[in-house]
């Protein structure tokens, strides 16, 4: 038997996060690489210290040397840079996509059957070209961003209506940024549709609070973008791939003719299991959220065609 491996590129606050929560788990042994092999490093031993207070024998290593990577089963790009002050969304795409280029090509080096969870943003641009750098088939590289959307939508409806999370079925679905989804017509408390609990109104604060859910948390951090929530929700994507939970998550994939759209990775809603994308689930939208879809779509497609025209 061969333990489980994941390696996780990007040692900042998400990759940290993820390598954490995955090390105390204790099913996989994790590698934790950065351009900064010392804070790998550092935070590798940081977390192998604290498996011993927490009793995981999970094994953690860090550095920024690929050949540690050798034979994962999963991949996790965090690797990039955050989006700072005066800095054009086209000049985060073009610095990112150079980082995680370079990330893929490492990664696929030393792990050609790895599945690949991309982070970085613009997240559906980042791992459209994770998928065109590995050449990968589409079922084995993902993007993170509607599990986290889906928890932000989640915890506005928890603050309104002082219900657990665990009575809120709710799926945010459509790019990773000002143009997602909310699929409110479909979410439904204790099985009631919200739609018959609150009012158009208050359905579309909501709404709004959920797509400015990631800009809350910069203003208040000041110095940085949100971790915990992304870390857990690249991490719950890991769980139902490699132990077979078959979880319908919202991912962004690379679409095929599903929903109408083509050649472009997009947010919908997915079955996670052993083999990764295993099927691609519709959703029904209200007219107002088609709408919504389209405008998404476009929007992804405009940063996709910016992005194919980079010299990177
Ligand atoms: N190879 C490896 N690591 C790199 C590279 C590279 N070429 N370039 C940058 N890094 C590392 C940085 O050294 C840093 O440690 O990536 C890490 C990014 O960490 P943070 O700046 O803390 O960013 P974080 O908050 O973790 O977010 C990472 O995820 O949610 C998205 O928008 C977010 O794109 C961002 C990414």
Redesign the pocket.
């Known amino acids: 038997m061969k333990k489980l491996k994941v390696t996780v590129?990007?040692?900042?606050?998400?990759?940290?996060t993820v390598a954490n929560i995955i090390s105390q788990r204790g099913y996989a042994d994790v590698v934790l690489?950065?351009?900064?092999g010392d804070?790998a490093k550092g935070k590798a031993i940081d977390i192998q210290q604290q498996l011993a207070i927490s009793n995981s024998d999970a094994r953690i290593i860090g550095g920024?040397d690929y050949s540690l990577t050798e034979g994962s089963d999963i991949s996790v790009i965090?690797?990039?840079?955050?989006?700072k002050p005066g800095m054009k969304r086209e000049e985060l795409l073009e610095a990112?996509s150079?980082?995680v280029k370079?990330?893929t090509e490492n990664l696929i080096k030393h792990s050609p059957n790895t599945y690949i969870i991309v982070?970085?943003?613009p997240?559906d641009a980042m791992s459209y070209l994770a998928f065109k750098v590995s050449g990968f088939s589409r079922n084995k590289v993902l993007g993170m961003g509607g599990v986290l959307d889906t928890a932000r939508l989640k915890y506005y409806i928890k603050q309104k209506l002082n219900v657990s999370y665990n009575s809120i079925n709710a799926i945010v679905i459509g790019g990773h940024g000002d143009e997602m989804v909310p699929v409110m017509s479909s979410t439904t408390v204790s099985g009631k549709p919200i739609t018959s609990i609150l009012n158009k109104e208050e359905i579309e604060e909501i709404i709004n609070k959920t797509k400015n859910g990631g800009a809350e948390i910069v203003s208040l951090l000041k110095t940085?973008?949100?971790?915990y929530a992304?870390g857990m929700a690249v991490v719950r994507m890991i769980e139902s791939i490699v132990f077979d939970r078959k979880e319908v998550l919202p991912s962004s994939v690379f679409c095929q003719g599903e929903y109408g759209i083509d050649g472009i990775f997009f947010g919908l809603p997915v079955v996670l299991g052993i083999n990764g994308l295993e099927k691609i689930v519709e959703v029904i939208l209200s007219e107002e959220e088609k709408e919504m879809f389209k405008r998404s779509v476009q929007s992804v497609k405009n940063t996709i065609e910016v992005m194919n025209k980079l010299p990177i």
Do not use: L
């Open positions: 590129v990007g040692a900042g606050n998400v990759g940290g690489i950065d351009i900064d804070i920024s965090t690797a990039g840079f955050p989006r990112n150079k980082v370079t990330v982070v970085t943003n997240v940085g973008s949100a971790y992304p």
